[in-house]
């Protein structure tokens, strides 16, 4: 029973030694002096604010990307006990005690230095010599870009870390499913891959870039093992669910996490709660929520309210009034009605009150008990400071000639009588009878007299208006808009007729909290909208450059200068590095489109084996280095050097895999074109036979004396060129060949049990020269 007490207990492992140096010498150049420059380094003082916010438990919203970034830098300053009080306002300024230079750094010099043996492992997978690998990590290694860019906080050494496990962990799996199939090891690579590509797009949305490439390569790859007769139907479809399940739903619920993750730490209000809706300013805690705690939810004759427009562009705003009116003829000679203005205000103000009437009764309070306000009523609106009355009339607004003015109606004794009435529309609603209610009802005014629609139309009046937003009623026939909708945002129920004692009047409703209505779906989904909605900052920029101005490498970014000494830090690449890169990119594009012609031509200049090589190590390199590159030319937005990083890191892999190429292949094929006169060359078709026939028949028919000393292993060579061909002519040529060199009809035995052989490994059906 103890019998294994007798024997010691041995654990054997393989240790790379290559990897260890790559991975010590990669840290080495990330991690050393990594405190300099104690100081703000360009981007770090956009990034250093919001690791203060979550610090803080502060909301925030960032245009650039998902929260995942920012969570790991944030996640650095956490470890290094940063308090988040800092003033991130200017590049250059020295950090103060309190913050963890070193510790905020760590992260991206970690990725950064893992770059290193992520490219030599990633080399291998794709089958090539460690030479290559080598080559690869060392180019990594001393990219001056990439050790710039992962040695300050910034996320690019990030991105480019995790589209890197993201290629790697798929071949690593591709590699897998070759020899165990739904393994422990097949499913831990097949789902890493999928948390790799989502943990790039939750660091930068340029991440999915890389992530269609992978399920593009993961597609093709499925493609052909549906073509594979000899699995089941049942296996094929285990094999598509659990790509399914690894690549696609694994990523939808990681990335989902960042945001459940994000929400739950910054649940404060904050500097950018007015770009949200009122309901999910409710969610955070301060702010509006703390306005609106206690507020009744359902909208009642007689309610005062504040409404706001849910489009929020260019800025949140509240319909607003005021005491001052429209001139009675515009500066481009056009009149107007002369009558009270109405806009919207960017602030909250006491003016943006206004009192929800029922047209049949005339008391401004809400009845006991309260009657609620239903979709398709027809409503009244008074403004609260002023008691006049919300009108549109067919006048041309101030500045949408188109539309129509909207004002609170002034009674001068003309012939142009009010028109008050507006018609109330749910739009979100679930039933025709909904109840209008606060925060949740997001609504449109329709003017029931001309059916025009309250709207924003995001124009800046004039300095009578006081630069504020006009209002206009547009045309419900000329379709929807989310600037036609608004929400109530701040509610109380109205308790005194008169218009002073309304002014100072005071709510104590019954509590109701408005913010448990909204789940983390739907605060989830409105964020996600406004980050992908938010303009970014399109101005020009000092350092920002075009992509055509990566390539060759004519732009550079200070990211800093010592006040006293002058000392500088540049995002600056490696000019032999990027322009070797550029070389083999478009090397390996010729040599591609070169081998594809001649293989439509039925010239096989590499075996199947190497082709396949070939074109996988083009899709994930060439590849990776396009998605990651030509899309910028479409995005209007400010550009800099470092989005070019991502792209370069696969670039500078290729270089490498076409080295290696042109030595194994290009060089070899030339010295074995050396033929003794008469000869038939390399490439030659002869007669009946292909291309690829005539150029193995000339090499071999004219090398006869080196084929006998040839072993078993020649046999297989020839054989698989029989199998690629598929043709008898081929046969026959080998098994001659064979027979001349070596003598007698046995000897041809090698040949014809090679073929067997390969045909039965490689799933050939024809029994074509057997």
Known sequence: MLGFLERPVVVTADINLNVVALTAVGLLSRLWRLAYPRAVVFDEVYYGQYISFYMKRIFFLDGSGPPFGHMLLALGGYLGGFDGNFLWNRIGAEYSSNVPVWSLRLLPALTGALLVPMAYQILLELGFSHCAATGAALLILIENALITQARLMLLESVLIFFNLLAVLSYLKFANSQKQRPFSLRWWFWLTLTGMACSCAVGVKYVGVFTYLLVLAVAGVHAWHLIGDRTLSHVRVLCHLLARVAALLVVPALMYLLFFYVHLTLVYRSGPHDQIMSSAFQASLEGGLARITQGQPLEVAYGSQVTLKNVFGKPVPCWLHSHQSTYPMI????????????????????????????DPGRHPLVVSSPPRPVRHGDVVQLVHGMTTRFLNTHDVAAPLSPHSQEVSCYVD??????????????????????????????????????????????????????????????????????ESMVWNVEEHRYGKSQEQKERELELHSPAQMDVSRNLSFMARFLELQWRMLMVKSDDSEHKYSSSPLDWVTLDTSIAYWLHPRTSAQI???????????????????????????????????????????????????????????????????????????????????????????????????????????????????????????????????????????????????????????????????????????CFGGSGAAQPLRRAVVRSRREWGCCSSTGA
């Open 330 to 357: 515009y500066e481009n000679g056009r009149g107007s009605s002369h009558q009270q203005q109405v806009t919207c205000y960017p602030f909250k103000d006491v003016n943006n009150w206004w009192i929800v009437k």
């Open 412 to 481: 001068y004794n003309i012939s142009m009588p009010s028109q008050n009435l507006w018609r109330l529309d749910i739009v979100n609603r679930e039933s025709d009878t909904e109840v209008w209610k606060t925060i949740l009802s997001e609504v449109r005014l329709v003017h029931v007299n001309t059916s025009a629609v309250l709207k924003l139309s995001g124009a800046h009046l004039p300095d009578w208006g006081f630069r504020q937003l006009e209002v206009v009623g547009e045309k419900l026939s000329r379709g929807y808009h």
């Open 570 to 740: 540049h995002l600056l690449g490696n000019v032999v590095i990027w322009a070797s890169a550029g070389l083999a990119t478009a090397v390996y594009a010729l040599l591609f489109f070169w081998y594809l012609l001649r293989r439509r031509r039925c010239i096989w200049d590499l075996s199947e084996d190497c082709w396949l090589r070939w074109v996988l190590a083009g899709a994930l390199c060439a590849g990776g280095w396009a998605v990651n590159y030509l899309p910028f030319f479409l995005m209007e937005k400010t550009l800099f050097l470092y989005h070019y990083l991502p792209a370069l890191t696969f670039q500078i892999l290729l270089l490498p895999v076409v080295l290696q190429h042109v030595a194994d292949h290009l060089c070899r094929y030339r010295a074995s074109a050396a033929v003794p006169p008469g000869a038939p060359g390399p490439g030659v078709s002869q007669g009946r036979t292909s291309g690829g026939v005539g150029r193995v028949g000339g090499t071999m028919g004219g090398r006869c004396g080196q084929l006998r000393g040839a072993n078993n292993g020649d046999a297989g060579w020839v054989a698989r060129c029989a199998v690629e061909q598929n043709h008898s002519e081929f046969w026959k040529w080998g098994q001659r060949a064979w027979t001349r």
